[in-house]
Nanobody, 121 residues
């Protein structure tokens, strides 16, 4: 069974930075895409950034220039470096993996449990 485990969330002051990490564990053969979504209370999850196995990246417009996604394919890990954080970035951040092949199983999409990011003075 494949699991995604996030870490790195917490409380940060406006203008500060955080780095989120997400490790995919299990008998993994390959992962097509890994990325991050976030969810505000009462809202649907929205894309933050994604990175494919060929290093193609995409960002939500509001994150461009502030957030950077990176990925270590050998470690099945994806990172999100978040800079210049504002209170409007306060949300639960979820790791996502798409197109995961593990032994004889294909997972279309997997989610982590989420990590809270709070930006406040």
């Amino acid at each position: 069974q494949v699991q995604l485990v996030e870490s790195g969330g917490g409380l940060v002051q406006p203008g500060g930075s955080l780095r989120l990490s997400c490790v995919a564990s299990g008998n993994i053969d390959s992962i097509n895409t890994m990325g991050w979504y976030r969810q505000f209370p009462g809202k649907e999850r929205e894309l933050v950034a994604g990175r494919s196995s060929d290093d193609t990246t995409n960002y939500a417009d509001s994150m461009k220039g502030r957030f950077t996604i990176s990925r270590d394919n050998a470690k099945n890990t994806v990172y999100l470096q978040m800079n210049s954080l504002t209170p409007e970035d306060t949300a639960v951040y979820y790791c996502n993996a798409g197109g995961v092949r593990a032994a004889d199983t294909y997972y279309v999409r997997l989610w982590g449990q989420g990590t809270q990011v709070t930006v406040s003075s």
